[in-house]
């Protein structure tokens, strides 16, 4: 497959589990040969370990982000080390804004495609990233294994709006 004008994916994954690690790495390396330049990984609640490993696993291959903190987790983080700028005068309150809280998300910025393993409701986790992403829904992770390609072929027909 040639390659894709999709920058940012996001995988979340609330059964984390008796996730098959091996398919992790298989899901995401779909994904890079693909073009995709970065693919965040959330495993919302699971234990540092988890992160840990699955880094460990990736490591070597393309741009990819571990996320295992729930998505008010993740945003309070974010918003009291703002505070901390602005505590220490680094940074002036009323130049607070979403750029700057983007900085110190774990997950980043926007993703153009937002993949939600499980019940088709969106977790806490990944709202502040997907609200202009389109949402695939998968019943399980092993559904991605050999997928990829029709993810990707889905998503370039699409029209995106960008809410409007």
């Known amino acids: 497959m040639g390659e894709t004008s999709i920058d940012r994916i996001g995988i979340v994954v609330p059964d984390w589990g008796s996730l098959n690690l091996d398919g992790v790495v298989s899901v995401v390396g779909e994904f890079w040969d693909t073009g995709v330049s970065e693919v965040v990984l959330g495993f919302p609640g699971a234990p540092g370990s988890l992160k840990s490993r699955v880094e460990g696993l990736l490591s070597g291959g393309g741009k990819f ?7 008010r987790d993740e945003v309070l983080s974010s918003v009291r080390k703002v505070c901390g700028l602005v505590k220490r005068e680094e940074v002036d309150v009323d130049s607070v804004d979403e750029g700057l809280v983007d ?62």
Do not use: A, H
């Not at 982000?65 to 998505?71: F, I, Q």
């Open 65 to 71: 982000c571990v996320v295992c903190k729930t998505g």
């Open 103 to 164: 900085r110190f998300m774990e997950s980043g910025g926007d993703l153009d495609i937002l993949i939600k393993v499980g019940e088709k409701r969106l977790p806490n986790s990944i709202f502040w990233s997907v609200s202009y992403s389109e949402i695939f829904f998968v019943d399980s992770f092993d559904e991605l294994e050999g997928s990829v390609s029709s993810v990707i072929e889905e998503f370039e027909e699409r029209e995106r709006r960008f809410g409007r």
